[in-house]
């Protein structure tokens, strides 16, 4: 279960020194995929200024209900767990909310603190590269690389 947590919050970062300067964006992306009947929809929102992302927010939808009910419980204990982690991580915001077999995870992440060295500290986010500053475009150009689509 802790595999496939891990495999369903992975958030692939590509970070560097940015920009300080530049103008206010947002960027969305999103991503569809089904591993081993847990089918799973993301979407990730990254904030920026220039090419210095502020705050993401990502929400998850898990849907369950190709699984037993008992199968749920078990996956939403494991998922209830997680958001308690991320939850304990000054500079994140993190719910979670099951419905009629489907899990939804909603995060926000403060980028511009520690909060994001402290995720990748403890396996929560993965992170090429430093954890001071966000890159936009290159968090864009991994994001895609690794299957997501940006929202045009």
């Known amino acids: 279960m802790k595999r496939l947590a ?8 590509a970070v560097s020194l940015a920009a300080c ?59 209830d767990s997680l958001v308690e982690t991320y939850q304990a991580v000054d500079g ?7 419905a009629d077999g489907v899990y939804t995870i909603a995060i926000t992440i403060d980028t511009t603190g520690d909060a994001v060295a402290k995720l990748a500290e403890q396996g929560l986010l993965q992170v090429d590269g430093g954890t001071n500053g966000i890159s936009l475009e290159k968090t864009g150009e991994a994001l895609e690389a690794g299957g997501y689509t940006k929202a045009e």
Request: proline share 0%.
């Open 92 to 98: 994140v915001e993190c719910t979670g909310s099951a």
């Open 6 to 13: 891990a495999l369903t919050m992975t958030l692939v970062m």
């Open 21 to 79: 300067g530049g103008k206010a964006q947002s960027v969305t992306y999103t991503m569809e995929q089904d591993n081993e009947g847990l089918k799973m929809t993301d979407t990730m929102t990254l904030n920026a200024k220039g090419d210095k992302v502020q705050k993401m927010e990502e929400t998850i939808a898990l849907d369950m209900t190709g699984f037993d009910d008992d199968t749920q419980t078990l996956m939403t204990e494991a998922y």
